[in-house]
């Protein structure tokens, strides 16, 4: 498991230090894989490192860059921190020379992260997508049994793997063996982000969150075609495993006891439950209309990181969650 992890856990100061030092030569990749509460994740990583942020959107996602790409993407931009693109996997430069590069991805049950999909494409008018024409059995045989979508679409190892296979687990856990790749259960995202913060307290000063635009869910899943969709999605389903693994081993390391987990996880809920905007300091606790600086349930700081990216409104960042993106966070 991972050092920096184990040194937090220890209370030893030096090893906290050196976990702040080495945060600021890290440059961040996240590996948005679709429909996995990435729209929110981006928000939230622009807020954090500012200026530092690239949040990339491609017209043609289902190619993915190389490693070499990658590395040289990070070479000629310095000043880059964090870079969000469902273009990247974890075939990642984890041995760049001017920079320790970092990934993080969040991963979703497979059968849940269809069903997203499906009323994402329904009720999204810009996308056209057979989504909205058809049932949800009818799409799920269209797109499982007839081949009418790209590998990359409904399989999340596929697309961590940069496409060498559904269901070849050994870049994934190469990547994560680096202890340079975080691959965590969206579900669980609140943990994951307490567990962020710990280990990483400069690049991620504050990751609460607000939760809305919740896409419309407009009928039920019937049971019979959840476990229809479930066969054929039974590859993705070691990714997810082995991400709630993992989170499961960070938490221990990262958090001394259960009780010191249990009120880190509560407080940082108070102070998502005080957040009316992802890019606006949240409401001072008591109900007045006092703002509390970003960073203060951490570490004291005055800082407030409430702008959007470079060219970027605020009209452009609302989230663009599904109703069951964080709901299930534990």
């Not at 999909?117 to 059995?137: G, L």
């Not at 669980?188 to 869910?217: G, H």
């Amino acid at each position: 498991m991972i050092d920096i992890a184990a040194s937090a856990v220890t209370g030893d100061n030096t090893g906290m230090q050196a976990i702040e030092k080495s945060d600021q030569s890290m440059t961040w990749l996240h590996v948005h894989v679709p429909k996995a509460g990435g729209s929110t994740l981006r928000q939230l990583f622009n807020r954090n490192f500012a200026e530092g942020f690239y949040n990339s959107n491609s017209l043609l996602e289902t190619k993915q860059y190389t490693c070499e790409d990658v590395s040289e993407i990070v070479r000629c931009h310095p000043w880059l921190r964090c870079f969000s693109d469902h273009k990247l996997s974890l075939d990642l430069p984890y041995d760049q020379a001017d920079t320790k590069v970092m990934a993080i991805s969040f991963v979703r049950d497979p059968v849940e992260r269809f069903i997203s999909r499906y009323f994402f494409h329904r009720n999204f008018e810009e996308v056209a997508c057979i989504a909205q024409r058809m049932s949800f059995r009818d799409f799920a045989e269209e797109e499982l049994i007839n081949g009418n979508a790209h590998p990359q679409t409904n399989s999340q190892v596929y697309f961590l793997n940069g496409g060498r296979s559904f269901d070849d687990m050994t870049l994934i856990k190469t990547a994560m063996a680096t202890e340079q790749a975080y691959v965590f259960p969206i579900e669980r995202f609140d943990e994951a982000c307490i567990c962020l913060e710990r280990l990483f307290p400069d690049s991620f000063q504050d990751l609460s969150y607000v939760r809305t635009n919740v896409s419309k869910k407009d009928t039920s899943i019937d049971p019979e075609d959840q476990l229809f969709v479930a066969k054929y999605l039974e590859k993705d389903q070691p990714v997810w495993d082995l991400a709630n693994n993992f989170l499961n081993q960070t938490l221990e390391k990262v958090f001394a006891t259960e009780d010191e987990k249990v009120n880190r996880l509560e407080a940082f809920r108070e102070l998502c439950s005080r957040r009316y905007h992802n890019f606006q300091p949240p409401k001072a606790a008591g109900g007045d209309d006092q703002t509390v600086p970003e960073g203060d349930h951490l570490t004291g700081s005055s800082s407030i990181r409430n702008r959007t990216a470079p060219g970027q409104s605020d009209a452009d960042v609302t989230p663009n969650l599904d109703e069951s993106d964080l709901s299930k966070s534990n």
